[in-house]
């Protein structure tokens, strides 16, 4: 079946500096990818997706590309603030299979 | 508001006995999931169910058991042969295998055995 790796965190950085999480998977045909983000003792909460190759997925700062040729979706923020420390799930989602999530990254950002 | 509501939001548990946990859902989702989640660590699936009166086991069944009488609920029961029952317990619902769009998710009941 489909399988995702994360970047291991956890991640600290300060207060407006650049964040990438990595994200690759393995999956066969196309699946769509998705980033969830959850705040601490909350669920899940979508934070972006993108469902075809090259598309880029963009939220509350956050952006990440579909790139089939490298099987990859990585997590991007200009400009991390203090709120939006939490943990990010990597998960694709492809035809006849359920969702499959990413062990998650915590982020977390200094002021 | 449409959304997914779990209940409680926290639940202790002596060793032995059987606690079931509440997850109902005004989406219109056919499907419905039950996962894990330990400290620090991803979501596990328990079960899930595609259509009312029909859900399979996920990849942590053992120890758990659900029912689907209703398209709005998923009842999560943990019973006393789960032997390790602490954790966050999270219900999520969606189009059933749809690849485009996303699983929405409650906000959780956590579990505390004593």
């Known amino acids: 079946g489909d399988s995702v790796t994360q970047m291991e965190g956890p991640v600290t950085l300060s207060e407006e500096a650049f964040l990438t999480i990595n994200c690759t998977y393995t999956a066969t045909g196309y699946p769509s990818l998705f980033w969830y983000v959850q705040y601490p003792g909350e669920g899940l909460q979508l934070l972006l997706k993108a469902t075809k190759a090259d598309d880029k997925g963009s939220n509350k700062g956050f952006e990440a590309t579909y790139r089939k040729e490298t099987t990859s979706f990585h997590l991007e923020k200009g400009s991390v603030q203090v709120s939006d420390s939490a943990v990010y799930f990597c998960a694709p989602n492809n035809y006849g299979q359920n969702f499959v999530f990413g062990p998650g990254t915590r982020l977390s950002v200094l002021p | 508001d449409g959304g997914i509501t779990q209940s409680p939001k926290y639940l202790f548990r002596k060793e032995g006995q059987n606690v079931t946990l509440s997850c109902e859902q005004n989406l219109n989702h056919d499907a419905m999931y039950w996962y894990r989640q330990d400290p620090g660590q991803g979501l596990r699936l328990i079960y899930y169910s595609q259509i009312v009166n029909d859900f399979q086991k996920g990849d942590i069944a053992e120890g758990y058991s659900v029912s689907r009488e209703k398209k709005e609920s998923f009842p999560l029961t943990v019973t006393s042969a789960q032997k390790n029952p602490t954790a966050f317990y999270l219900c999520?619902?969606?189009?059933?295998?749809?690849?485009?769009?996303?699983?929405?998710f409650g906000p959780g009941t956590r579990l505390t055995v004593l």
């Open positions: 999520a619902s969606s189009v059933y295998r749809d690849p485009y769009n996303e699983q929405f």
